[in-house]
C-alpha cells in the first residue's frame, strides 16, 4: 500500500468510526438500545475496512459455538480483568457491525473478550487476528436459515488452518468442533464432558461413523479421526490442569453447563496470559449474564428466567429448572432470531417434565402445548406471559423460553435493562 | 385387542434434523390412546434393519449423513423385504429423496437410491427451499389440507403415472414444475413436509396407522386442530414479517 493510500485508508477509518459513533449516540439518546450494531453498520459502510483497523493493539480471544457463547464470553471478560482493561460485546451484539464498535470505543491497548456468531467467526479471524479462538460446540440451531451445521465446521477449519497464529481453545469433547480445530497451528484441547452427541453421529472427516465408549473416548470407524488428548479437564467441580495442578471452580451460575463454559473461558484466558488461579477466582463473581438466572418479582411472584434456544441447551435447562411437582412456564417463540422452524421442540426431551403442569406461552406456545400432549405432559395454553405466570397458581416458579421469547418474558414481567440493537 | 405394532425410526442420528423423530412418538401415542400397543425400534447406523414391523419412518438430514444412510439401507435389503410384505413407511426430505430412484450427492455426483419410489431428487437452482407449506391433499386418500414446513434443495420429479401427495397451495414442494408435492405409492409416502408432519397432520398418522392396523376409534384432536389453523391460516396470510429494529 503506497503512503498516499495508507493516508487515505486511515482517514476514512477514522470518518467511519466518528460516523458510526455519532449514529450510535443518536440510537441511543433515542431509547432504541445501546446503538454499537446500528452505529457498527454505519462504520462497515464507510470503511469495510475498519474492523481490521480497529483492532490493531487489542490482543483479542473470540467466543463462538452454538450455545454458551454470551455466558463464556462474560465468564472469559471477568477470567482477564486482573490483567488491565478488557472490552467485550456484553450485549450480545456478535455480528461484524458489533465487533468494529465495540473495538472502536475501546480504550488502546484493552484485551478483547469477544462473542462472535458462528456464521461469521471465519470473516472476524481474518480480520482481526485474535491471539485465541474459544470454540465452545456446534448442534443444530436455527435450521431454516443456517442449514448445514458441517458446513461452519469447514469453514471454521479453513479460517484458522490460514491465521497459525491464532490458537484454539477447543472442546475435545465435540467431534465437529474438535474437526474445526484440527488443522489450527495451535491448540488447548478443553475436556468438558459434553454429553450431547445427536448432531455427530457422521464423521465430519470421512462421513463414517463416529463411535463412543462409555468413557467419553470418541473415534470414527473408517478413519483416524478421534478424541485428542486434553490439556484441560472439567472433572465435576475441578479444571484439571497440565501436570495435574486442579482448580477448584465456585460459579455463581448453575449446572453442568456453565462449569463446562467455565473451563473453556479459562482456556482462552490463559491464552491471552491470565494467571489460572486468578481467572477462576474471577470467574465466581458472575451472577447473572444478560437477565439469564435472573430473579424478577412480578405482583409478589417471584420469576427465575432461564433461557435456551435449541435442543443441546433445553437438554441442559431441563435439568436446571427446580423439580416437579412445582409447574413451570415454557415460552416459545419462532421469529427470525429464533429460526423460523420450531419442529425442534421433537428434539427436547419434554417427557423430563412429566408429573407437574407446564403452562406453553410465546407465538408458537400452541405448537409446544402439542408437542407436550404427545409427551404425556399436563399442560395448558396461556398466550399472555403475566397471565401464564399466574395460571401455574405458585408464588416462585422457573421460567424458560428461547431467545425472543425471553426478551418478551422480560419485558412483560418488568425485568430492565431489555434491548438488543 | 391388537398386539402391540412396531415403529422402526431408521438412523435417528443421521436423519433426525428436524425434528422428524417425533412422528415416532405421535404414531406411538396414537395407538395407546386407542389401547393398542407400540413400540419405537431406534435403528442407529451399523445396527441391523428388522425386516418384520409395520411402521417404518425416515426423517430428514444433511448430505453427508444421508449418503451414509442409503449405503446401510441398500446392504441390508430389509426395508424392501418389509414394503413386499405390507410395512408402511413415510420418508420425510432426505429420507424421501433416498427411497427414489437416484438423488444428488454431497459430492454432486449422482447416488442411486432404493428405487422404492418412482421419483428423482436433482440439487434445484436459487436458495434453499424454506418455509411454511399448505397443500391440498390428492384426492382419494381422504386427507384434509396437510401443513408443515419445508427446508430443502433439492427438487423431485415424479415418473408418469406416479401418484403425489397433494398439490401445493403454499410453498414450493417437489417444485419440479408441475405443482405437485410428495408421492404415495402403495403405503410408502415420501413428503417435504417437516413439522413433523404427522404432529401436524393427525389425519396422515391415522391413514398410515389404518393401513396396518384397520380402522381406527377417533381421537379428540381439537388442541392439534387449533395449532393447524393457527399454521393454515399464517401460511396464506402470506404476509413476510420482517423484523423491524425499531419496535423491539
Request: charged share 20%.
Amino acid at each position: 500500500m503506497g503512503e498516499d493510500a495508507a493516508m487515505t485508508a486511515s482517514l476514512r477509518t477514522r470518518t467511519a468510526i466518528r460516523l458510526g459513533q455519532a449514529v450510535s449516540e443518536l440510537s441511543r439518546r433515542a431509547g432504541r438500545g445501546q446503538g454499537s450494531s446500528v452505529g457498527g453498520k454505519v462504520m462497515l459502510a464507510v470503511d469495510p475496512q475498519a474492523l481490521a483497523a480497529v483492532a490493531t493493539g487489542h490482543r483479542v480471544a473470540m467466543v463462538s459455538g452454538t450455545n454458551g457463547k454470551t455466558t463464556t464470553t462474560r465468564l472469559l471478560a471477568a477470567a482477564l480483568s486482573a490483567e488491565g482493561p478488557v472490552t467485550s460485546n456484553s450485549a450480545g451484539a456478535n455480528l461484524l457491525s458489533g465487533l468494529v464498535s465495540t473495538l472502536a470505543g475501546a480504550p488502546p491497548g484493552a484485551l478483547g473478550a469477544l462473542e462472535v456468531d458462528e456464521g461469521l467467526l471465519p470473516a472476524a479471524v481474518t480480520a482481526i487476528r485474535p491471539v485465541a479462538v474459544v470454540l465452545l460446540n456446534l448442534s443444530r440451531d436455527q435450521l431454516d436459515r443456517i442449514g448445514e451445521v458441517r458446513l461452519h465446521a469447514e469453514s471454521w477449519r479453513r479460517a484458522l488452518a490460514a491465521s497459525p497464529a491464532t490458537v484454539a481453545v477447543a472442546n475435545a469433547d465435540d467431534p465437529l468442533v474438535a474437526y474445526a480445530a484440527h488443522d489450527s497451528a495451535g491448540v488447548t484441547w478443553v475436556g468438558t464432558g459434553q454429553q450431547w452427541r445427536s448432531d455427530a453421529a457422521a464423521c465430519p472427516a470421512c462421513g463414517g461413523r463416529i463411535k463412543w465408549a462409555v468413557d467419553g473416548q470418541w473415534a470414527c470407524d473408517s478413519c483416524d479421526f478421534s478424541k485428542p488428548s486434553t490439556t484441560i479437564d472439567l472433572d465435576g467441580n475441578d479444571l484439571v490442569l497440565p501436570g495435574g495442578a486442579r482448580l477448584t471452580l465456585d460459579l455463581q451460575l448453575p449446572g453442568w453447563c456453565n462449569r463446562a463454559n467455565a473451563a473453556m473461558a479459562l482456556g482462552g484466558a490463559i491464552a491471552l496470559g491470565a494467571n489460572a488461579a486468578g481467572a477462576v477466582a474471577a470467574m465466581s463473581g458472575v451472577g447473572t449474564v444478560a437477565g439469564r438466572y435472573q430473579v424478577l418479582d412480578r405482583d409478589g411472584v417471584q420469576v427465575r428466567l432461564l433461557l435456551a434456544k435449541n435442543p443441546a441447551g433445553w437438554a441442559e435447562t431441563l435439568d436446571l429448572i427446580r423439580p416437579a411437582p412445582l409447574p413451570v412456564v415454557i415460552g416459545i417463540n419462532a421469529r427470525v432470531a429464533d429460526g423460523r422452524d420450531p419442529s425442534w421442540l421433537w428434539d427436547v426431551p419434554f417427557e423430563r417434565l412429566r408429573g407437574r403442569l407446564v403452562i406453553a406461552t410465546g407465538d408458537r406456545g400452541r405448537d409446544l402445548a402439542v408437542r407436550l400432549r404427545y409427551a404425556d405432559v399436563e399442560h395448558g395454553f396461556v398466550p399472555d406471559y403475566l397471565e401464564a405466570v399466574r395460571a401455574t397458581g405458585e408464588s416462585d416458579i422457573d421460567l424458560a423460553a428461547n431467545y425472543t421469547s425471553f426478551q418478551d418474558a422480560r419485558r412483560a414481567l418488568g425485568g430492565s435493562g431489555v434491548s438488543r440493537d | 385387542m391388537t398386539d402391540a405394532l412396531s415403529i422402526v425410526l431408521l438412523y435417528p442420528e443421521l436423519l433426525g434434523t428436524y425434528g422428524d423423530g417425533g412422528n415416532a412418538a405421535v404414531l406411538a401415542q396414537r395407538l395407546h390412546r386407542r389401547g393398542i400397543g407400540a413400540e419405537v425400534i431406534e435403528v442407529a447406523a451399523g445396527d441391523p434393519v428388522p425386516r418384520s414391523c409395520e411402521l417404518y419412518l425416515m426423517g430428514g438430514g444433511e448430505d453427508g449423513p444421508q449418503a451414509l444412510a442409503v449405503r446401510e439401507l441398500r446392504a441390508s435389503g430389509a426395508l424392501h423385504a418389509a414394503v413386499e410384505a405390507g410395512a408402511a413407511v413415510l420418508a420425510i426430505c432426505a429420507g424421501y429423496q433416498v427411497l427414489g430412484r437416484e438423488f444428488i450427492g454431497p459430492d454432486g455426483n449422482i447416488n442411486a437410491g432404493l428405487g422404492l419410489l418412482d421419483c428423482s431428487t436433482a440439487r434445484g437452482p436459487g436458495a434453499r427451499r424454506v418455509g411454511e407449506m399448505v397443500v391440498e391433499s390428492a384426492p382419494g386418500l381422504g386427507l384434509p389440507t396437510l401443513t408443515g414446513y419445508e427446508n430443502h434443495a433439492g427438487v423431485t420429479s415424479l415418473g408418469p403415472g406416479a401418484q403425489p401427495l397433494g398439490r401445493v397451495l403454499v410453498g414450493r414442494g417437489n417444485d419440479a414444475g408441475d405443482g405437485s408435492e410428495g408421492i404415495v405409492t402403495g403405503h410408502v409416502v415420501g413428503t417435504y413436509l417437516h413439522g413433523p408432519v404427522l404432529a401436524r397432520n393427525p389425519a396422515l398418522a391415522d391413514l398410515l396407522l389404518s393401513w396396518v392396523a384397520g380402522a381406527l376409534e377417533p381421537i379428540d384432536d381439537a388442541e392439534i386442530e387449533e395449532l393447524r389453523a393457527e399454521r393454515i391460516k399464517a401460511a396464506k396470510s402470506g404476509r413476510r414479517r420482517w423484523p423491524s429494529p425499531w419496535r423491539r
